[in-house]
């Protein structure tokens, strides 16, 4: 086990009521002039951006819009919302959607007080020391991001999509009403519930095996998330089951899930590259490298895979062939993701094979050409990370 440090700083408001709170808490954490920051129209036809306005204009709280978020977040919106709140005087964000338009409030929120260019955080060129608070309204469970202190954001500008992580980033609280995911169409809810297991995932597949809490959390989770996807695919409005996935998104990503293991997050970064050349869905990117990464690295650790069979994926335990037991695992897991609609490679991702010359250009980006490793349950250098395309593109 790890030594670990464990801070989960943001107040959760959950419930079908929590939206009542909205304006008492961006009051309670210093808000009086805000940017309501979200992505397309869902969230107008709703009535919640509606009630929101209402809800801050009745509290004497000014406020400024700034929509159009798009999935994999760009830097170019970024750069407008910096604009905006400095033109404006703005002293607090308001983000109200999910994981893309959380990321991007945090992306402006570090902007605003900076002399340089955001993507400076992103590329790794600067550290950020102040940042503008931030407040969250959920409606798509998935990221994690209304309780981490990560952000990621796209760069148009050759296609890179980069990870940011501070504590200055936290949000100061998150309404969670679990009502507001009834309309999620069930492709999202797919992304969603593979993105917020790959949160779990990413930090449970470790050598640091001895923290028997930690993966006892984590393998719960998994196995909530899996049960409630289901149910939720057949009844969209079943209240339980929406509740059990929006919360378990927070709890997969607020950093309880690896306190005293080194997390991995490999399949992030290899992921990254194919969103950020394909636009494609997060979490959909994610089931199609799963498998794959599994599979080239499992013998690293093969009785943590064997456990993950039988602990998560209810696989009978044999207890002669760990390495057939951890093949099963995963093949247990890819079919979860094909029941619930979710590609397993990259040719049901994409409909077609990438390239000899694509695999080789996201292998070059995902290494910051030739020079960094990703991952921790094994090192993935320039070749490993093309062997795992390679793999993927079936």
């Not at 995911?181 to 519930?193: D, H, N, S, V």
């Not at 039988?310 to 044999?318: E, H, I, K, Q, T």
């Not at 040719?347 to 991952?375: F, P, Q, W, Y």
């Amino acid at each position: 086990m790890v030594d670990f440090n464990y801070n989960a700083p943001t107040e959760v408001a959950f419930g079908a009521k929590s939206e009542q709170q909205i304006a008492t808490l961006v009051k309670k954490y210093g808000g009086s002039k805000v940017l309501l920051h979200y992505g397309g129209q869902s969230a107008e036809r709703s009535g919640l951006l509606g009630s929101i306005r209402t809800m801050l204009g009745d509290a004497g709280i000014e406020y400024v819009e700034l929509g159009g978020v798009v999935p994999n977040p760009l830097l170019s919106k970024v750069r407008e919302g910096i604009s905006l709140c400095r033109e404006n005087g703005i002293d607090f964000l308001l983000a109200v959607g999910g994981g893309s338009v959380i990321d991007s409030a945090k992306a402006i929120a570090y902007g605003v007080p900076y002399d340089g260019d955001v993507w400076d955080f992103f590329a790794g060129k600067a550290k950020a020391v102040s940042a503008l608070p931030i407040g969250v309204v959920l409606t798509i469970p998935a990221a994690g991001s209304e309780m981490s202190d990560a952000s990621v954001i796209t760069n148009s500008d050759g296609n890179y999509k980069r990870g940011y992580s501070n504590e200055l980033a936290h949000p100061r609280f998150a309404v969670m009403n679990p009502e507001r995911t009834y309309t999620l169409p069930p492709y999202q809810t797919a992304c969603g519930a593979v993105d917020m297991m790959m949160h779990t995932m990413e930090r449970y597949f470790s050598h640091d095996d001895d923290m028997t809490l930690t993966d006892n959390i984590a393998e719960t989770i998994l196995r909530t998330v899996m049960d409630s996807a289901v149910e939720v695919m057949r009844t969209p409005d079943n209240y339980r089951h929406r509740a059990q996935i929006m919360w378990a998104g927070s709890i997969a990503h607020n950093g309880l899930t690896g306190c005293g293991t080194s997390g991995d997050w490999a399949t992030h970064q290899l992921e990254h590259e194919l969103s950020a050349m394909f636009d494609v869905a997060h979490g959909a990117g994610l089931a199609a490298i799963w498998g794959s990464w599994a599979r080239y690295v499992c013998k690293d650790n093969i009785m943590r895979f064997a456990r993950f069979a039988v602990n998560v994926m209810g696989v009978p335990n044999d207890f002669k062939n760990p390495e057939h037991l951890a093949q099963r695992g995963i093949e247990a897991m890819e079919n979860f993701y094909r029941s619930i609609g979710m590609p397993t490679n990259i040719k049901e991702l994409l409909n077609r094979k990438l390239t000899d010359e694509e695999i080789k250009e996201m292998a070059r980006k995902c290494s910051l050409d030739h020079t960094i490793t990703v991952g921790q349950f094994r090192k993935l250098g320039y070749d490993d990370m093309a062997a795992i395309y390679t793999m993927a593109n079936k």
